[in-house]
Nanobody, 123 residues
Framework: VQLQASGGGLVQAGGSLRLSCAAS????????MGWFRQAPGKDREFVAG????????VYVDSLKGRFTISRDNADNTVYLQMNSLKPEDTAVYYC?????????????????WGPGTQVTVSS
């Protein structure tokens, strides 16, 4: 499967963005999907994950309540709604697909990655 993230950009602190990740192929519904991010000089970190049926979601604790992951299997798309953005949310955001049956935070469980979209939050 091929993944393409979009929706990034420059936003002021306190603002919102919605990232989209479009997947190619007819097997999108098989995959657990996740969002990761990597800030300059830092390791890539898990942000959120969602199971194939949307029945399970998981978030990194520090982002709970501000970020929401969702998916539309009919449209082969996964979303990340980001609210109350902070300068420390500035990073390249990546979507990824995993064949693990449930949500997983481990990057090594994700086998397909998109090229990423830049999110910059100004103070």
């Amino acid at each position: 499967v091929q993944l393409q993230a979009s929706g990034g950009g420059l936003v002021q602190a306190g603002g919102s963005l919605r990232l989209s990740c479009a997947a190619s192929g007819r097997t999108f519904r098989r995959y657990t999907m996740g969002w990761f991010r990597q800030a300059p000089g830092k390791d890539r970190e898990f942000v959120a994950g969602i199971s194939w049926s949307s029945s399970n979601t998981v978030y990194v604790d520090s982002l709970k309540g501000r970020f929401t992951i969702s998916r539309d299997n009919a449209d082969n798309t996964v979303y990340l709604q980001m609210n109350s953005l902070k300068p420390e949310d500035t990073a390249v955001y990546y979507c990824a697909a995993s064949l693990i049956a449930d949500t997983t935070q481990r990057s090594q469980d994700y086998i397909y990655w998109g090229p990423g979209t830049q999110v910059t939050v100004s103070s």
